[in-house]
């Protein structure tokens, strides 16, 4: 029953990341990596490791993603992006997975680190995830057209990996801010193109019941004050995407 297994990246200048990354994704039959609008060295280390490249520019998140998934030759595709490793215990339990199944997709958890510091809890919230859609069948899955968190068409039966993806979020809480303003500026491109009909102040309201999910719900209390940094940071996101729609031009 197993079948071919594609491993997706989508960089964009990720040189001091991406090495890393391909390295350890050997396991997989073929490796394809995807250059959106890259001006540093990611060319000639995707070509140094990859089985296939796809060069480009895209404005949306989602037809980036879905043009790696088509150049993919896989019956199983696993998307991972630069900022993140798939350890050997990983790597030997998806072998394992798609040689059992040959439908759906596998949610996998991910270990999420700010620097050094694993912060496991309190991610959510469009802040961060605790767990993803990260290896399908070809067919199982679609990226929505959003330019950040693009939705997901997924079909077939839902199933979940126990090993962790090891995901260096941010290198440090200045990192994270600018992470904000990027988020921010790409979801207020949308707003503007699409509006979701939320107002200022259910947006104001947002920023208490998110910071609620994130610190109480998603339990990043336990982190102490990085999770306190985490409910923050998710309970900002709507208001500042709604501000730079609505006061900004673009």
């Known amino acids: 029953m197993a079948g071919k297994l594609s491993a997706l990246v989508v960089a964009h200048n990720e040189e001091a990341q991406l090495a890393d990354c391909l390295a350890a ?7 394809v990596v995807v250059l959106d609008k890259c001006t540093d060295g990611s060319k000639a280390i995707a070509e140094a490791q990859a089985d296939r490249i796809l060069e480009g520019r895209w ?3 989602g037809a980036r993603r879905n043009a790696g998934r088509d150049a993919c030759d896989g019956d199983w595709i696993l998307e991972i ?3 993140e490793r798939v350890p050997p215990a ?3 339990e998806i072998r394992a997975a798609i040689a059992r199944r040959d439908d759906g997709y596998f949610l996998i958890p991910f270990d999420n680190y700010v620097g050094d510091r694993l912060v496991r809890y309190g991610w959510g919230a469009a802040w961060g995830a605790s767990a993803a859609a990260r290896l399908s ?3 199982a899955k679609r990226w929505g057209m959003e330019r950040v968190h693009p939705g997901l068409q997924l079909t ?3 199933r979940r990996l126990e090993n962790r993806i090891l995901h260096y ?5 200045s990192d994270m801010i600018h992470r ?3 988020y921010t500026t790409a979801k207020a491109r949308d707003l503007r193109e699409n509006p979701d009909g939320v107002g200022f102040w259910r947006n104001v309201r947002r920023i208490f019941s998110r910071f609620y999910k994130c610190y109480v719900g998603r339990k990043g209390y336990k982190e102490g004050t990085y999770g306190f940094l985490i409910a923050l940071f998710a309970g900002l996101y709507p208001i500042l995407s709604y501000l730079k729609a609505t006061l900004e031009d673009e």
């Open 169 to 173: 979020v941010d290198r440090d809480i």
């Open 90 to 92: 990983l790597a030997e």
């Open 180 to 182: 904000l303003d990027r």
């Open 81 to 83: 992006d630069a900022d």
């Open 59 to 61: 404005e949306i998140e």
């Open 156 to 158: 077939g039966p839902e």
């Open 25 to 31: 994704l050997r396991f997989a039959d073929e490796i």
């Open 137 to 139: 069948r070809k067919d």
